[in-house]
């Protein structure tokens, strides 16, 4: 039962880290330095509850505010992307690790739960971003990622405090992911008439 539990917070923290990496990242290392609901001392996970890598974490998060023109492009889009599928392979692994001595598989599920997360958010945004653009609304288009950090920082905290909703995340993912599918294959069915 130990298990499980620590697998879907694991999972949690992970599809947390897919939607925004920083702040998640940031909550459970805090989390963990004070001993709450995480622990990595004694794994080869410590490092993430130790000052200098949550300084860090929060030097990127600030940054992230200062070149958001530039995350809002397809490469930066892409990097921060990339560093959302590192940071949740790592705290998936890193929260089995905390009271089980396999671990790596903790790495491989991190990884996909955030790449569903990440690609999931991507899609969305940029088609919310889209519309605001279209509209001419650029204030509403410039809180586009704070609310995605929010939903990282809920998702983070949720799944650390109580490891079942974790479920009811990824869930969430699946089913906008297989929404968003849908709706792609519509519009192109629908152009495919038009011919």
Request: glycine share 12%; hydrophobic share 55%; net charge positive.
């Given at each position: 039962?130990?298990l499980?539990?620590?697998?879907l917070?694991?999972?949690?923290?992970?599809?947390?880290?897919?939607?925004?990496?920083?702040?998640?990242?940031l909550?459970?290392?805090?989390?963990?330095s004070?001993?709450?609901?995480?622990?990595?001392?004694?794994?080869?996970?410590?490092?993430?509850?130790?000052?200098?890598?949550?300084?860090?974490?929060?030097?990127?998060l600030?940054?992230?505010?200062?070149?958001?023109?530039?995350?809002?492009?397809?490469?930066?889009e892409a990097?921060?992307?990339g560093?959302?599928i590192g940071?949740?392979?790592?705290?998936?692994?890193?929260?089995i690790d905390d009271?089980?001595?396999?671990?790596?598989?903790?790495?491989?599920?991190?990884a996909?739960?955030?790449?569903?997360?990440?690609?999931?958010?991507?899609?969305?945004?940029?088609?919310?971003?889209?519309?605001?653009?279209s509209a001419?609304?650029?204030?509403?288009a410039a809180a586009?990622?704070?609310?995605?950090?929010?939903?990282?920082?809920v998702v983070?905290g949720?799944?650390?405090?109580?490891?079942p909703?974790a479920?009811?995340?990824v869930?969430?993912?699946?089913?906008?992911?297989?929404?968003?599918?849908?709706?792609?294959?519509?519009?192109?069915?629908?152009?495919?008439?038009l011919?």
């Open positions: 039962m130990k499980a539990l620590d697998i917070q694991g999972l949690g923290l992970a599809s947390a880290a897919g939607l925004r990496p920083f702040l998640p990242a909550l459970a290392g805090g989390l963990a004070a001993d709450v609901g995480l622990d990595f001392d004694g794994t080869p996970f410590a490092f993430l509850e130790s000052p200098w890598w949550l300084l860090l974490l929060a030097f990127a600030v940054a992230t505010v200062f070149v958001r023109p530039y995350l809002e492009k397809p490469a930066g990097a921060l992307s560093i959302g940071l949740g392979a790592l705290l998936c692994a890193a929260s009271r089980h001595a396999t671990w790596w598989y903790g790495l491989l599920i991190g996909a739960v955030a790449y569903l997360a990440s690609s999931v958010s991507r899609a969305i945004f940029g088609r919310v971003r889209a519309r605001f653009a001419g609304d650029s204030q509403a586009l990622p704070f609310y995605g950090e929010a939903a990282g920082l983070a949720a799944s650390i405090l109580f490891p909703l479920l009811v995340a869930g969430f993912l699946i089913a906008l992911l297989i929404t968003g599918r849908r709706r792609g294959e519509q519009k192109y069915a629908g152009l495919r008439i011919r």
